[in-house]
C-alpha cells in the first residue's frame, strides 16, 4: 500500500523547487495551476519558466510498470516477468526459450 500524498503539496513542492533558477522570475504568470481535491484546493500562478519544467518532467517520465509493449496484442500490462496479461504472452530471453522449446515439442510429436 502507497501513503498518501497532498497533491497540492506535490504541486508546491515542484515549483518551489524549480522557480530558484527562473531567469525571469519578475515576469507576469502564463498560467494559473488549480488542485481541488478531497484535502483542499490550491490555485498556483506559474511562470514559463515552470511550465517548461513541467513539461521537460513529463516527457522525462518513465513509468516503473511500463515493460514494453505485447508483440502478440499490443497490450501493456507486461508483469515482471514479462508476461503479458492480456493474451499470456512471455517476453524476453525466457518467453523466446519457452516458445522455442514448445516449437520443438510440437514438431516432434507431429505426425
Request: aromatic share 4%.
Amino acid at each position: 500500500m502507497s501513503t498518501p500524498f497532498d497533491p497540492a503539496a506535490v504541486m508546491a513542492a515542484f515549483i518551489d523547487a524549480v522557480a530558484p533558477y527562473d531567469r525571469q522570475p519578475e515576469a507576469d504568470p502564463v498560467a494559473m495551476v488549480g488542485v481541488r481535491t478531497a484535502l483542499g484546493e490550491a490555485v498556483f500562478p506559474v511562470s514559463d519558466h515552470v511550465i517548461r519544467a513541467m513539461c521537460k518532467a513529463l516527457a522525462a517520465y518513465r513509468d516503473p510498470e511500463d515493460r514494453g509493449t505485447c508483440v502478440e496484442c499490443g497490450g501493456r500490462h507486461l508483469d515482471e516477468n514479462l508476461h503479458c496479461q492480456e493474451c499470456g504472452r512471455l517476453h524476453g530471453i525466457l518467453g523466446q526459450v519457452i516458445a522455442q522449446h514448445a516449437r520443438r515439442v510440437a514438431a516432434e510429436e507431429a505426425p
